[in-house]
């Protein structure tokens, strides 16, 4: 656990350095183009690995501008694909996840070709185990409920005019994990942070 914690810190690290340093040197060609959009709306994925197995959060934000540097808007994902438990009173069941919230970020270079953008999600939602029934329904047989931080620091690049890629370094922090044969270690990891971001205008 401690070598994994030192490897992602170790990575953000990379990616900020990397990125404070590029974004020093690009600039738009017009210096005015940071106040020409007013928000953005996006569509995100968070590659992880939980319950034993890699898995990958799927979901959208929308968030508008309090000035250059800060946003402030909502969001919502979920997991993907099928997981299952292995483990305890639950083995076999199927495992699903959603939560959605709020969503706060900054950017020290907000008229930059390349920018840092620190974010964080801080949400609720819950954790469900389903089994099928005879005809192929799933059937609840746990709903566990959870508050969400998800912090992450990511390079902002900007493709197009009012196009944007995020890469970067994310941590999933689940709190109230309550499955027999888990404990908030098997949920709460790091991943990546990959985004594609639609600016609005005004």
């Given amino acids: 656990m401690l070598m994994c914690f030192r490897k992602s810190l170790f990575a953000i690290l990379v990616v900020f350095s990397y990125v404070n340093s590029y974004s020093q040197d690009f600039d738009f060609p017009d210096s005015d183009t940071s106040s020409l959009y007013t928000g953005f709306a996006s569509f995100f994925l968070i590659?992880?690995?939980?319950?034993?197995?890699?898995?990958?959060y799927m979901g959208g934000m929308g968030a508008v501008l309090i000035n250059e540097r800060f946003i402030i808007g909502g969001?919502?994902?979920?997991?993907?694909?099928?997981?299952?438990?292995?483990?305890?009173?639950y083995d076999g069941k199927m495992l699903g996840m959603g939560n959605g919230g709020i969503i706060t970020g900054y950017s020290p270079y907000p008229?930059?070709?390349?920018?840092?953008?620190?974010q964080t999600c801080i949400g609720w939602g819950g954790i469900s185990i389903a089994s099928n029934d005879s005809k192929g329904y799933a059937i609840t047989e746990k709903f566990n409920r959870i508050i969400?931080?998800?912090?992450?620091?990511?390079?902002?690049?900007?493709?197009?005019?009012?196009?944007?890629?995020?890469?970067?370094?994310?941590?999933l922090y689940l709190s109230g994990i309550d499955i027999?044969?888990?404990?908030?270690?098997?949920?709460?990891?790091?991943?990546?942070?990959?985004s594609l971001k639609a600016i609005t205008g005004n």
């Fill in 111 to 118: 008229g930059k070709r390349v920018r840092p953008v620190f």
């Fill in 148 to 171: 969400v931080l998800s912090p992450s620091i990511s390079a902002d690049v900007r493709l197009f005019s009012f196009v944007w890629l995020s890469l970067g370094v994310n941590y």
């Fill in 47 to 56: 590659p992880t690995y939980i319950v034993e197995g890699p898995t990958i």
């Fill in 75 to 89: 969001y919502g994902m979920r997991k993907t694909g099928q997981t299952y438990v292995v483990k305890g009173s």
């Fill in 180 to 194: 027999d044969g888990y404990t908030p270690n098997d949920f709460n990891k790091f991943g990546g942070y990959i």
